[in-house]
């Protein structure tokens, strides 16, 4: 399938003059080319190629071949059995009206010359690395176009282009493009470039290859999972069984500050990287569907991450990744993004003594393989110990009390709401709390509030979702002091070994209002 894109070129002026004259000469030789086919058709002269070729080469021999070539095949797309007006009959129609004058008829005559003069095509071969005369380069980072003006001398034009949605085939023809000068097997595309009201666009066309997926989740995968603090990728190679392989990290500081331009180029690097690992592996890669990214709002008190996530955009990344993998015959799995978090830091991360993150990556992976989640033993048995719950509802209430102390005397703005922000969150702990006791009360067999219906709002909530939550907020402040600690390791004895009645013991307040430091635990 062929396919033609679009694209907007920015030139130096002295660049754009050279351009524009190198245009206008092969405008002519286009129009030339016409007539003359147009002729020898009527005669029925063989080889009207040939003869058309030669007579161009001595009209214009300033032209390089290659643009008489392209300019005889653009001649052949007009029709010979009509008159045809180079520039448009229509434009061409209003100027011949006598009423026409001042500004407007100026107008339109500057359109109507563009059209007319400004036309470059350069048909495109394997051979010639894709295009001879009109060929994308990257320069220092940057999306080029080398356009040839004649005797071995070449302008540099930058492209400027953006991947308008997901389903751009733009970014399928960077991922060729990058994979084309990474292995010197190169795909013809034709370049062509018009002028219009002073600017020069281009347009790219070329075929759209359907390779067969090799690679399935049939061996496994590969499953990434992107973070913003720090900002890198977390990689993780999950067997089909559904074990961690092995595990990498690859750090994404370097985009930060880049062109958007010199992002780009370095993001299909690191795309490619990913996919040739998961062609060396065997395996697909898993990854989450991202459909809409937080990026914050000001005033919350989170500049420097509300900047990070600005400067980068993990989405468009991952569209790059998706558009490589095609190319490639690797699969790519896109799974919900629901909850993966929380049962990484509660279940994985500490149970394998991994990351957060790669633990992350690790859930995202068994996500994508079919595996199903479900709650440890003694995960279990924690939510259902009443003196524990009330512990930990007693440590909320200390920060809750404490953080609107904060919030009466913090004068700075930005760190208030950041303050505000965190009391709204032990709020809602404190209130997921409250239901889990609740329902032991009237329950004391069941964990229905956790697990099923949620009273304020009268629906029925997936089982694993609301007890992951429940479990989130009982387990990671209370314990560790933190919401979103980098340190999960503690976690490990309640998970493995069960031994949460002694790590409530040791925890629980004192009498005289003080509580065990947590980091005795």
Known sequence: MFVSLQFKLELKKEDKEKLIKLMRNQSSAIRVAYNMLK??????????????????????????????????????????????????????????KNHLTGKLRERLKKQWKELRQGTLISIGSKADKGNRLTRFEDLNGQLCLRITTGNREFIYAKVLREPSNSKDKWITFMA????????????????????????????????????????????????????????????????????????????????????????????????????????????AIAIENLKKLKKGMRGDGKAKLRKRLHQWNAKKFLQKLKRVAMLKGVEVIEVHPAYTSIISMLKYAPQLNIDKDIAGAYVIGRRALGFKENMPENYGKLLKDKAYLEFALKKYDEREKELTELIEKETNEYKRNALKSELRSVEDARKLLINLLQSLQSEPSSCEGAYGRNPEQGETKKVSQVAWQVLKVALL??????????????LKPVLVEGVWDRVRSRLVPLEAGGTVPIRDF
Request: net charge neutral; proline share 7%; glycine share 4%.
């Open 39 to 96: 002729e020898l058709e009527k005669e029925e002269t063989k080889n009207p190629h040939a003869q058309v070729y030669q007579r161009l080469r001595q009209l214009f021999p300033e032209l390089p071949t290659k643009y008489i070539d392209s300019a005889i095949y653009k001649a052949k797309q007009y029709p010979t059995d009509k008159p045809v007006v180079f520039g448009g009959r229509r434009l061409f129609e209003k100027l011949c």
């Open 176 to 283: 060729m493009l990058l994979e084309s000068w990474q292995t010197h097997s190169y795909f013809p595309y034709t370049v062509e470039l018009k002028l219009r009201d002073g600017e020069v666009y281009g347009s790219v066309s070329f075929e759209l290859p359907t390779p067969k997926v090799k690679y399935t989740k049939e061996n496994g995968v590969i499953a990434i999972d992107t973070n913003a603090s720090p900002i890198h990728l977390a990689i993780a190679e999950v067997s089909k069984t559904g074990e961690l392989l092995s595990y990498q990290t690859i750090s994404l500081h370097h985009l930060l500050g880049l062109s958007q331009n010199s992002k780009d180029h370095q993001e299909w690097i690191l795309a490619h990287q990913i996919v040739d690992l998961a062609i060396q592996k065997g395996k």
């Open 477 to 490: 402040f209370p314990i560790l002091g933190k919401v979103l600690p980098r340190d999960l390791s503690p």
